[in-house]
């Protein structure tokens, strides 16, 4: 046997050094890639569980939560170079001859203590808690189109496949019910059908977090999960050794692949025969009193309905599930606001209150965020035609209104101001990425520090651009 002289040692090996290194971080990379769950909050957080109400398509600030008195003498008067500035415009109404100005046609006044000035006609009920309600007067978004933008909303970015706000509230907080998913969604039916856009399950997807965490989608109608309840014949006896049969194989295959979906798969079976006995219980609102539907409106007994879905949100937050996501279609109002605005009010005006007051009386308000808004705002400019009784309003990312009770948001405050036009944010601009790191703050994470390794970087909601939360929110 010939021995290595010390030179071809340090020759031969000249990568065991580096290979050791590399091996090292894989290690490291396929440990947190197999990681299914964060260390848990940063710090003590405010919320326990969120619900989210996102109206889909846009609601228009001008015509809910953004009083502008003066865009009454501007009526039919084309829309001032020095205003729009150049700014990006759709393709729906980049071809108008002319941008005339459309006043709000509903009746504002001053509401609460706060004294915010709202739409009271359409929102009566929600006017009514004004002093527990944080009003947001000034978000913007980059995207112009409904696609990316609802994306962006949900997901921190335009381009589809990254982890929505409810993944990363179950990846790092966790379940509160093993018996339910930690992460559910609802699709409300609105009673106006004329202009939906379209939302698929890639707006909860888990993205590259863990699959556990993406959302599981309840319907309105029949089963609320398709295939979860046993086929005719088969017992429940039968259903867990198949489980556990199949649990066995997946063990097996994860042994040998390291596949951290293997062990999602895992999980996701168990959960399901779990579910089996708690999901009918949840979805029976038979046993609730009727002063709750009272409360909740006339549609609250209508399967499907946004009345419906809130109470069932209410049900499931109750339960420990610790995000919910509600969608609420046709806030696309390119036409008729006179005729669809009022309809898309009615069906969501006595349910967001109902839902406030409900949680405050269980004592879950101060421990329960809820979010109300959709991807971005309305032009004051009319698109199509206009008279003083109905108009349409184009997409609008560069100002909008949201707002949010509970969990930690202060309620009563007014936060940002637009100019006079609603079209420029002059006072206390919130970029979406701080205001989706003032929900984390609110959920106990640093934002800038809340990450999950992928593809060799620290993957966050807020991507690369810097975010904070906003002090003033907070309460």
């Not at 637009?418 to 944010?425: K, P, V």
């Amino acid at each position: 046997m010939n021995p290595f002289t010390r030179r071809q040692f340090f020759t031969n090996g000249s990568h065991l050094l580096g290979g050791a290194a590399l091996s090292s971080l894989f290690g490291q990379s396929l440990q947190a890639a197999m990681s299914h769950k964060a260390g848990g909050p940063h710090f003590t957080p405010k919320a326990k569980r969120v619900i989210y109400l996102h109206m889909v398509g846009g609601p228009s600030q001008i015509d809910l939560f953004d009083y502008k008195p003066e865009m009454m003498k501007w009526y039919d008067k084309d829309l001032p170079d020095s205003i729009r500035n150049g700014q990006r415009l759709t393709t729906m109404t980049s071809g108008q001859a002319r941008f005339p100005i459309a006043p709000s046609k509903f009746e504002f006044s001053a509401a609460g203590q706060c004294g915010m000035m709202m739409n009271t006609e359409l929102l009566p009920n929600l006017a009514k808690k004004a002093d527990e309600i944080c009003w947001m007067r000034s978000l913007h978004t980059e995207a112009i189109n409904h696609e990316p933008a609802i994306a962006a909303m949900q997901t921190g970015n335009q381009i589809g496949g990254r982890p929505c706000l409810g993944s990363w509230a179950s990846y790092g907080l966790g379940s509160m019910n093993e018996n339910l998913p930690t992460f559910v969604v609802l699709v409300a039916t609105p009673t106006n059908r004329e202009q939906e856009q379209a939302i698929s399950a890639r707006l909860w997807s888990s993205g590259y977090l863990p699959g556990e965490h993406a959302g599981v989608s309840f319907r309105s109608k029949g089963d609320p999960i398709l295939y979860i309840n046993n086929p005719p014949g088969v017992p429940d006896s039968v259903r867990r050794r198949t489980i556990e049969g199949l649990n066995a194989l997946n063990e097996l295959e994860f042994q040998q692949l390291g596949d951290p979906e293997t062990q999602t798969r895992i999980s996701q079976y168990e959960m399901a025969f779990r579910m089996q006995a708690s999901v009918p219980e949840l979805t029976d609102l038979s046993k609730e009193p009727e002063h709750i539907f009272e409360l909740y409106g006339p549609d609250a007994k209508k399967p499907g309905s946004f009345a419906n879905s809130v109470l069932m949100a209410r049900r499931l937050a109750e339960r420990g599930v610790r995000f919910i996501q509600l969608y609420h279609n046709n806030w696309d109002h390119h036409s008729n606001v006179g005729g669809r605005m009022p309809s898309q009010c009615k069906d969501v005006d006595q349910p967001c209150f109902a839902l406030l007051e409900d949680l405050k009386q269980r004592g879950m308000l101060d421990e329960t965020l809820i979010i109300w808004g959709g991807e971005f705002g309305r032009t004051i400019y009319s698109q199509g035609g206009l008279s003083k009784e109905n108009y349409g309003r184009d997409h609008h990312p560069r100002c909008f209104s949201m707002w949010m009770a509970g969990g930690g948001a202060k309620g009563g405050t007014i936060y940002g101001e637009t100019d006079d036009f609603s079209y420029n944010i002059v006072k206390d601009p919130l970029h979406i990425s701080d205001f989706h790191a003032t929900v984390l703050h609110l959920l106990g994470f640093h934002a800038d520090r809340f990450s999950y390794k992928f593809q060799g970087l620290d993957a966050k909601l807020i991507g690369v651009n810097p975010a904070k939360p906003v002090k003033a929110l907070l309460a």
